[in-house]
């Protein structure tokens, strides 16, 4: 490996530890929680899926698609 490829392998390990989780806290939440959020609902029994949210993309399309 050659000294220009050492440095970009260098930076793509700087923005890989910047980068979202690969896999977002607690279990994608169900249709009837999306619902509630959806709906403001914004009782503290809603944290662990709002957590979820702010990592997994899956669920936040999910969202927004409702």
């Given amino acids: 490996m050659s000294a220009p490829d050492d440095e970009g392998l260098g930076e793509l390990r700087a923005r890989a530890q910047g980068a979202a989780p690969i896999?977002?806290?607690?279990?994608?939440p169900t249709d009837a929680v999306l619902a509630r959020i959806a709906a403001d609902d914004?009782?503290?029994e809603l944290d662990v899926a709002?957590?979820?949210l702010a990592?997994?993309?899956a669920c936040r399309a999910r969202l927004a698609a409702r």
């Fill in 23 to 28: 896999s977002a806290e607690g279990p994608h």
């Fill in 42 to 44: 914004d009782t503290p």
């Fill in 50 to 52: 709002l957590r979820h």
């Fill in 55 to 57: 990592d997994c993309a």
